[in-house]
DNA sequence: AGTATGACTCATT
DNA sequence: AAATGAGCCATAC
């Protein structure tokens, strides 16, 4: 029973019903450990679909719905930029939530993203 | 059902 | 070095 069109603005509460790509980078996205960080691109990559970066920003903006929670702040992209801050509940959680962490951000970009930037492919 | 859009990235100009 | 075009593919309208 799951219509295919049901829901129309289906508030994805249903999510689990066979977002495959989507679920796997919430996964991926829930193994990054604190304080670390990583990029659409990299999910994407280890995945096996570099090219689809864009599509993990849309299970990001998914990830708000999910269960268990989705760690969406330490996904940024590939400039270390908080490309995704808009999207949080308010303009500077995001960056609050990555302080919190023990990163530094300036100007919406993460400080010596390089170092503490986390790579499924090759951590995972 | 077709078009437009996006929390991206890379190559080319 | 900055701007542009192209690929990607699921959603929204």
Do not use: C
């Amino acid at each position: 029973m799951k219509k295919k069109n049901d829901a129309g603005k289906l508030p994805i509460g249903d999510a689990s019903r066979h977002y495959t790509f989507f679920e796997n980078v919430w996964d991926v996205v829930r193994q990054i450990p604190a304080g670390r960080v990583t990029t659409y691109g990299a999910i994407a990559e280890y995945l096996g679909a570099r090219s689809s970066a864009r599509m993990v920003g849309w299970a990001m903006n998914q990830a708000h719905y999910v269960q268990p929670p989705v760690p969406a702040q330490r996904v940024v992209n590939r400039n270390g930029i908080l490309s995704g801050k808009a999207h949080f509940s308010t303009p500077t959680l995001m960056q609050e939530l990555l302080q919190q962490e023990g990163l530094q951000v300036e100007n919406d970009t993460i400080v010596d993203f390089k170092i503490h930037l986390w790579l499924p492919v090759e951590e995972l």
